[in-house]
Nanobody
Framework: QVQVVESGGGLVQPGGSLRLSCAAS????????MGWYRQAPGKQRELVAD???????TYADSVKGRFTISRANAKNTVYLQMNSLKPEDTAVYYC????????????WGQGTQVTVAS
């Protein structure tokens, strides 16, 4: 049974910083990528950032230069460092783990709330 668990969300003032963590566990033979998505009220879920097993990163244009995704020494663990936060960053942030395959298979976490407000 594969589990994906996010943590680190909370309330932060505009311009502040927050660090999210994601850990995937279970019988995962091979992970292609892990990434962060977010969903704001009334909007569809969107990609924030992801990182492949080889270290290649992808960012949404709206977060480039402000957010950094990284992979920890521990296997199947990623972080999202969020700086210069804006109110429009407010959303539930979800971690996704993609298993290698043809096609691949996605595992999702339960989400963690990030609120940027003064």
């Amino acid at each position: 049974q594969v589990q994906v668990v996010e943590s680190g969300g909370g309330l932060v003032q505009p311009g502040g910083s927050l660090r999210l963590s994601c850990a995937a566990s279970g019988s995962i033979v091979s992970i292609y990528a892990m990434g962060w998505y977010r969903q704001a009220p009334g909007k569809q879920r969107e990609l924030v950032a992801d990182i492949t097993s080889g270290g290649t990163t992808t960012y949404a244009d709206s977060v480039k230069g402000r957010f950094t995704i990284s992979r920890a020494n521990a296997k199947n663990t990623v972080y999202l460092q969020m700086n210069s936060l804006k109110p429009e960053d407010t959303a539930v942030y979800y971690c996704k783990t993609t298993r290698r395959g043809t096609p691949g298979y996605d595992y999702w976490g339960q989400g963690t709330q990030v609120t940027v407000a003064s």
